[in-house]
C-alpha cells in the first residue's frame, strides 16, 4: 500500500556533508509523521529527527548539524547532514505514518530498507 525508498548515502571523511531523501509513494491519502532514525553496528536503531504536524523535533547530538525538511507536495522528506563524524555511521531508516486506502481509511506506519552512511577517512 505503501512504499518508502531512501537514497543519498555513501562515504564520506569526517567533516563531511550528505543529504539524504526519503520517498514515499502508494494510495496515500495524507501523510501525518515523517521521521529519520539510525541504526550503528551493534546498536539499538535511534531516533535522528522527525517532522509531524509542522513540529520539528532533533536528537540532541544532531542539533545543529542535522536539518530535517518536507516537502508535502511530493510526500519527500530529506536530511541535510554536515559536519559528519565518525560516530554517525549507520544505517539511516525513513519511516512515515500515513492515511491511505479508501474509507473506511487506516493508519499505516512504514519503513524503508535503510541507507548506508559511512563516514571515514
Known amino acids: 500500500q505503501v512504499q518508502v525508498v531512501e537514497s543519498g548515502g555513501g562515504l564520506v571523511q569526517p567533516g563531511g556533508s550528505l543529504r539524504l531523501s526519503c520517498a514515499a509513494s502508494?494510495?496515500?491519502?495524507?501523510?501525518?509523521?515523517m521521521g529519520w532514525y539510525r541504526q550503528a553496528p551493534g546498536k539499538e536503531r535511534e531516533l535522528v529527527a522527525t517532522?509531524?504536524?509542522?513540529?520539528?523535533k532533533y536528537a540532541d547530538s544532531m542539533k545543529g548539524r542535522f536539518t530535517i525538511a518536507r516537502d508535502n507536495a511530493k510526500n519527500m522528506l530529506y536530511l541535510q547532514m554536515n559536519s559528519l563524524k565518525p560516530e554517525d555511521t549507520a544505517v539511516y531508516y525513513c519511516?512515515?505514518?500515513?492515511?491511505?486506502?479508501?474509507?473506511?481509511?487506516?493508519?499505516?506506519?512504514?519503513w524503508g530498507q535503510g541507507t548506508l552512511v559511512t563516514v571515514s577517512s
Open positions: 517532522a509531524t504536524g509542522g513540529v520539528i
Open positions: 519511516n512515515v505514518g500515513a492515511i491511505v486506502g479508501v474509507y473506511p481509511y487506516r493508519y499505516l506506519e512504514v
Open positions: 502508494g494510495n496515500i491519502r495524507s501523510i501525518s509523521a
